[in-house]
């Protein structure tokens, strides 16, 4: 059994005379509109505006540009223009693996290489979650200054969690 196989299935058929739907819409449309506004507005006014709304019409029905009708390519435009834009670049990331012979490992341990830094970290969470003074560091101040400080000074916390000082200004 054989079926015949449609042969030009991209191009479009003609309904309305020499024309395809969109392109009688297209055509129609402006039309229709400059016929209502020939009652509305004033001839001097109408005679421009009738020009491009016709003129309009007609390149969206029979201009095409790389073979896309004109009224995509302003719809493209449109939405270009309309959208945000967003551009991102990445490098391409390269990794190489680097083989270390035997005798480099055993000169350079892993120790020798990465310093201990638990007393800086000790230091850093004393620092900032105790209100005690470290010894040998810090000296108290007296109630008085403190006093002074905290009516000059204000700590606060951002929405990340981190705690900052700022200088306090009252508009009293």
């Known amino acids: 059994m054989q079926f015949s196989v449609p042969q030009f299935i991209d191009v479009e058929s003609k309904i309305v005379g020499p024309l395809t ?3 009688f819409v297209l055509v129609a449309v402006p039309a229709l509109l400059t016929f209502v506004l020939f009652f509305v507005l004033h001839i001097a006014f109408w005679i421009p505006i009738a020009a491009i709304l016709v003129g309009v019409g007609v390149s969206f029905a029979f201009i095409k540009v790389d073979s896309r009708p004109l009224y995509m390519i302003a719809l493209y435009a449109l939405k270009f223009f309309w959208q945000p834009k967003l ?3 990445k490098p391409a ?8 012979p035997e005798i480099q ?3 350079f341990e892993l120790k020798t290489l990465i310093p201990d830094f638990s007393k800086v970290n000790k230091l850093w969470q004393d620092m900032t979650t105790t209100k005690n003074p470290i010894p040998k560091r810090e000296k108290i101040l007296p109630k008085a200054m403190l006093q002074e400080v905290q009516e000059q000074y204000q700590v606060f916390r951002k929405l990340s969690g981190e705690r900052e000082i700022a200088k306090r200004v009252d508009f009293r």
């Not at 990331?93 to 270390?100: A, F, Q």
């Open 87 to 89: 551009y991102l670049w």
């Open 93 to 100: 990331v390269i990794t190489e693996k680097v083989i270390i």
């Open 105 to 107: 490992k055993k000169r």
């Open 21 to 23: 739907i969109k392109q």
